[in-house]
């Protein structure tokens, strides 16, 4: 994966310097594009390898970590950007998930003095989750924090053996719902659901992923939603689940679904995997105050344009956007490095 498409070698620089925070596929493709155009960059991220989701989430099938590892390895190699890892950028106080490998963390207005542009790609390193009781049990794992971990332990980062559930429940449709899935079954379980409060037919994923997962024999699920978690000893024990009806579409334009009242049942599991969806994460909270008037009251980013109102702080990716797919990540790094070399070459 070449980030670096639009020249062949490093160009004369301009002699201003761009800082990317966050190195998944947003940061890199804007740090592809900038680096073309002659701009110095440097990235920053929390993690202990480049990629982002492409390579700490995402499975191997779907997308080979050493391509997008080489793209980052010829940014470093022949085009001099430096790429300082374990780092957080910050600006406030905030812990998300993926923390665990952070070394030294920097204030996000220091960059913002030292750099000519910020771009901020940070992704969406916080998991939605399901306000059920009993989630917080052992054996109730995240789909992020559930692909995360087997992606740390592929790549050496950590020595823990995989786990080997044997009956596996994942809520939700979405594709972090469908790589949670799979991945479950690839880890030998003797049964996993896949449960969803609507049908196929409105499934974020798409109807096709629903069809290959049912041919690889995992059970789909559809029109059920959670009410609790049941546990014994605070260890999950099996899901109790609400049958629902669609109603008229809302606010996503997809139909509502409306639980059936009596209609409860249940399903065992010794592993349940809530995938409802991760929510943006930006590196600044609230008590920033420079920044606190670029979000909105859940603590998003809000913005018309890449930059945000006239500070040289720009935003690319799934942080702003919620999560997508990577080629719209990709699309979105180079709009904003677009936007940025025009900011530059005026001021």
């Not at 609790?228 to 899901?239: H, S």
Request: charged residues 25%; neutral net charge.
């Amino acid at each position: 994966m070449k980030f670096t498409f639009l020249c062949k070698s490093k160009p004369s620089t301009t002699g201003k310097k761009v800082a990317i925070v966050g190195a998944g596929i947003a940061g890199l493709s804007a740090a592809g594009y900038l680096v073309c155009k002659g701009f110095e960059v440097d990235i920053y991220d929390k993690q202990p390898l480049v990629g982002g989701m492409a390579t700490l989430a995402i499975p191997s099938y779907r997308i080979l970590p050493s391509d997008v590892l080489e793209g980052a390895e010829d940014l470093v190699k022949n085009f001099g950007v430096k790429i300082y890892l374990n780092t957080k950028v910050v600006c406030g106080e905030r812990h998300d998930e993926g923390d665990d490998f952070v070394k030294q963390v920097i204030d996000l207005r220091n960059l913002m003095k030292e750099y000519h542009a910020i771009l901020i790609a940070t992704g969406t390193w916080r998991s939605r989750k399901l306000g059920v009781p009993g989630e917080e049990a052992r054996g109730v794992v995240d789909a992020l924090n559930f692909l995360y971990k087997l992606k740390l332990i592929e790549h050496g980062l950590i020595k823990e053996t995989p786990p080997k559930p044997r009956k596996v429940i994942v809520i939700g449709a979405g594709l972090s719902a469908v790589d949670a899935a799979e991945e479950a079954l690839r880890l030998g379980a003797e049964e996993v659901y896949l449960v969803y409060r609507r049908t196929k037919k409105e499934a974020p994923c798409g109807e096709y992923y629903i069809e290959d997962l049912i041919m690889k024999g995992i059970k789909w699920v559809e029109l059920a939603a959670p009410t609790k978690i049941l546990t014994e000893n605070n260890t999950v024990k099996a899901v109790e689940f609400q049958k629902m009806r669609l109603g008229p579409p809302d606010k996503t334009g997809r139909p509502a679904p409306i639980p059936i009242p009596g209609s409860e049942f249940i399903l065992e599991a010794d592993l349940v995997i809530p995938a409802i969806g991760e929510i943006s994460t930006p590196p600044f909270t609230f008590e920033c105050a420079e920044l606190k008037q670029f979000l909105d009251e859940k603590g998003y980013i809000i913005s018309k344009g890449y930059r945000l109102g006239n500070t040289n702080v720009f935003v690319a990716g799934d942080v702003l956007t919620g999560p997508t797919k990577l080629g719209e990540a990709c699309k979105h790094g180079l709009y904003a490095a677009k936007a940025i070399e025009v900011f530059l070459r005026g001021v």
